[in-house]
């Protein structure tokens, strides 16, 4: 993998994030889980560069997010799509959704942890969580989202500031 500046990346993110989608994957070498991420982004906070994304506590992924310093979100093309499409709708426990998708997991020197044929991986040390909350929405129909009221954990991820890659890309 060849490490680039996050300001190197050319992709519209509105199709990169919302469109082709995202997976966000935690955990360590032993013990790691992977999740479509349909809703987050790419961005700046502050002097930071950032990734952030979005987990429902009642995901399978929410305990890795819980639990690990950080994050990667790989991004595919072309016909790895269909494995993001595996991921989107198997949410099972007792299915390992990696293994149906024919990914193959990489990790480097510990993390992060990634998947061969990723065109573009965004590396994040988290750095902020909030829970959503439904007395904060101003458009009453987002509320509409959360039948089970099982409201999203937002993870913002970038890096400290003196390191001259705070969110690496590969």
């Not at 994957?25 to 790691?32: C, D």
């Not at 930071?48 to 990667?72: H, N």
Request: aromatic share 12%.
């Amino acid at each position: 993998m060849k490490e680039v500046s996050p300001e190197a990346i050319t992709d519209n993110t509105f199709r990169l994030i919302g469109k082709g989608w995202m997976l966000v994957t935690a955990g360590t070498e032993a013990s790691f889980n992977t999740m479509t991420a349909p809703w987050g982004g790419l961005g700046v906070l502050r002097d930071k560069k950032i990734g952030f994304c979005v987990i429902r506590p009642t995901r399978y992924a929410y305990a890795f997010m819980e639990k690990s310093e950080g994050f990667t979100s790989p991004f595919f093309q072309g016909t790895a799509q269909r494995c993001t499409d595996i991921l989107r709708y198997e949410i099972r426990k007792d299915v390992n959704r990696v293994a149906e998708t024919g990914l193959t997991h990489v990790f480097d020197k510990g993390g992060p942890y990634t998947f061969v044929g990723a065109r573009l991986v965004t590396v994040c040390r988290k750095i902020y969580t909030q829970d959503i909350a439904p007395e904060n929405f101003l458009d009453p129909e987002s509320d509409k989202l959360y039948p089970k009221k099982d409201y999203h954990r937002m993870y913002v991820g970038g890096g400290d500031p003196s390191v001259p890659q705070p969110m690496s890309v590969h």
